[in-house]
């Protein structure tokens, strides 16, 4: 089993629709939770942390259930510019070591 | 604020041969995470560097080295290039302490090998 599992996509959404990822994690002593966005051909960006109770940032809401090991990301009122690979980030220890989910393709189109 | 700065920016290597990636950090970061990213996939954590040593280790042979230099900068060694070392090499710069989990990456090192 990997150890952050996500869905591949891709996505692809018309401008304006609302669209969810999920994410799941194998390691139950894993700390700390990220969404990173990529675009074609660049280095990763931090888009968002993730906490227990669930964080807001503009259109993007992230949430967590430790019980179940699993992070979502949801995006509302699609931007063309948020076409972009999401990529679900876990520390599973403390340090600095994290572990990537392979991203999930999103393409908003017109 | 310089970001993270990484060259070469891309190159191309034959088997067998050995490759050397250089990375600089942002300026406040003292700890250095090398990660390879293949086609299609995330990146998979290589190394880290902190004063200097190394400080975890993914899943990577030992024909994976690196260094950390007293600026805080880094570099990567490939031995014995292998076909499936063809990938994007990203650095990530961090500090320790309060947000020390939050990574700044490099546009990265794209290393193709034939």
């Known amino acids: 089993r990997k150890e952050v599992e996500q869905d591949p996509g891709p996505f692809n959404v018309p401008e304006g629709a609302t669209v969810a990822f999920n994410c799941t994690y194998s390691n139950s002593a894993s700390q700390s939770f990220f969404w990173y966005r990529q675009d074609c051909r660049k280095e990763p960006k931090l888009l968002m942390s993730?906490?227990?109770s669930g964080n807001e940032d503009g259109r993007f809401t992230a949430q967590l259930n430790r019980a179940s090991q699993y992070i979502s990301l949801l995006i509302r009122d699609s931007k063309l510019s948020d076409s972009a690979t999401y990529l679900c980030?876990?520390?599973?220890?403390?340090?600095?070591?994290?572990?990537f989910g392979t991203g999930t393709q999103l393409k908003v189109e017109l | 604020e310089t970001g993270v700065t990484q060259s070469p920016t891309h190159l191309i290597k034959t088997r067998g041969q050995q490759v050397t990636l250089r990375c600089s950090s942002q300026?406040?970061?003292?700890?250095v995470s090398w990660y390879q990213q293949a086609l299609g996939q995330g990146p998979q954590f290589i190394f880290q560097?902190?004063?200097?040593?190394?400080?975890g280790r993914g899943n990577f042979p030992p024909r994976f080295s690196g260094l950390q230099f007293p600026n805080y900068s880094s570099e990567l060694n490939v031995n014995a290039l292998e076909l499936d070392d063809s990938a994007l090499y990203l650095c990530?710069?961090?500090?320790?302490?309060?947000?020390?989990?939050?990574?700044?990456f490099g546009a990265g090192s794209r290393l193709t090998v034939l």
């Open positions: 980030v876990v520390n599973p220890g403390g340090g600095n070591k994290l572990t």
């Open positions: 300026s406040g970061h003292n700890t």
């Open positions: 993730v906490y227990s």
């Open positions: 990530a710069s961090s500090r320790t302490g309060t947000g020390a989990n939050v990574l700044t």
């Open positions: 560097y902190y004063r200097e040593e190394e400080n």
